[in-house]
């Protein structure tokens, strides 16, 4: 107890009296903080952009069409699917799902890029609503909007907004009364808008051959199951009642969205590369520390400092600046999060923001751990010039 004391005391006081050269450090690490967990946040952000929508249907799987890959916009199933679904054996409920793009026409000739959702209320697939409520008529022209529409302009519930649509090679606008909003449905990188099958399929974006025409088709059909432990049996049973289908677990189905897996790679690949330069950059330091102070370690081994006594040191005193130039980042960070609009993807997870933070802490005795085995093997006479 009385070594870790002494080590403790060698290291603060160490630092108390080089506190400028200590300070510089602590502000580099605390940059690299900054960095990584913007990153994180950043990957987090991107994610949740792609895949927000999804990751919240009440639904325990997807029915795509088969050799779709399990991506929503290359499946097409017809509508009538979902009946027939509801009488599988394991099923409890089905919902159509239909994706397209639109833009809502603000003021001053601005448009927010959205995406639209055919559903059945009340069904999977459907969101739950926040506030007002849920569309009531198959054929009235109702939306709900996303919380984030409401974020990004000054529409409420209650309010008419105007879709415009590409309809073939003219523009198409339709009216819509806003009776509910619902949150956290990103879809694509855009914000969300529901309406009934009838209304997108009016709505939606067509080609020349499509004008005129209704379609019986949707993208995938959302699936609850009564009882999730019997997965694979219902799976079983919806593939062995219907042909020209394959199914997929909502995880499965976010790991396929179009570029999702990249894009989450590329972000970790730049988070690993940045904590990699951290151990170096705290590396680099505290070896030169180390080598500057040879003679002095030397004279405190002369007097009785075990390597022991020296080592811890070196460790504490690597953690605390470690610790500080952590704790600035963190508060930077946090700070900086608070100024950034709803358009910037940036969510600072806490489970992700508290892996980063322990990982940097970690960081720090693992890049000075060249410098703490330098320190120890330094030989008394050697350092002294006396050998």
Do not use: C
Request: charged share 15%.
């Amino acid at each position: 107890m009385k070594n870790f004391f002494l080590s403790v005391y060698l290291a603060i006081k160490e630092i108390a009296r080089n506190r400028g050269r200590f300070l510089l450090v602590s502000l580099v690490i605390a940059l690299i903080t900054l960095l990584v967990l913007f990153i994180a946040a950043l990957g987090e952000g991107l994610g949740n952009s792609n895949k927000q929508y999804l990751a919240n249907l009440d639904a325990d799987m997807l029915v795509f069409l088969e050799k779709a890959d399990f991506v929503i916009p290359s499946s097409r199933v017809d509508k009538g699917l979902a009946r027939t679904l509801r009488r599988v054996d394991g099923v409890e409920s089905a919902g159509i799902i239909a994706a397209s793009g639109t833009a809502i026409l603000l003021p001053n000739d601005e448009v927010l890029k959205v995406s639209i959702l055919g559903v059945e209320p009340g069904t999977p697939g459907a969101p739950a609503v926040i506030e007002g409520e849920d569309l009531q008529s198959e054929l009235a022209a109702e939306v709900l909007i996303d919380r984030n529409v409401a974020l990004r302009t000054d529409i409420k519930v209650g309010d008419r907004i105007t879709i415009r649509s590409t309809q073939g090679t003219e523009d198409e606008f339709y009216e819509l009364k806003v009776v509910g909003m619902t949150d956290g449905n990103l879809y694509q990188f855009a914000p969300s808008i529901f309406v009934t099958f009838s209304n997108w399929d009016k709505m939606r974006t067509k080609s020349d051959t499509e004008l005129g025409r209704q379609s019986t088709t949707v993208n995938v059909i959302a699936v609850k199951v009564a009882d999730s432990a019997n997965f694979d049996s219902v799976e079983a049973n919806i593939l062995a009642r219907v042909n020209n289908v394959e199914v997929a677990d909502i995880p499965t189905t976010i790991a396929n969205v179009p570029g999702y897996s990249a894009q989450q790679s590329t972000v970790n690949t730049q988070a690993v590369f940045t904590l990699l330069i951290g151990i170096l950059v705290i590396g680099g330091f505290f070896q030169i520390q180390v080598l500057q102070k040879v003679p002095q370690i030397g004279v405190m081994k002369a007097i009785g400092a075990s390597n022991g006594v020296v080592g811890l040191a070196s460790v504490i005193q690597i953690m605390v600046v470690t610790a500080f130039g952590v704790a600035i980042g963190g508060g930077l960070a946090y700070v900086f999060s608070l100024t950034f609009p709803p358009t910037v993807p940036i969510i600072f997870n806490g489970t992700n923001s508290l892996i980063a933070v322990i990982a940097l802490l970690l960081i720090g005795p693992l890049g000075g751990m060249v410098s703490i085995i330098y320190a120890v093997r330094i030989e008394p006479l050697k350092a002294l010039r006396l050998s």
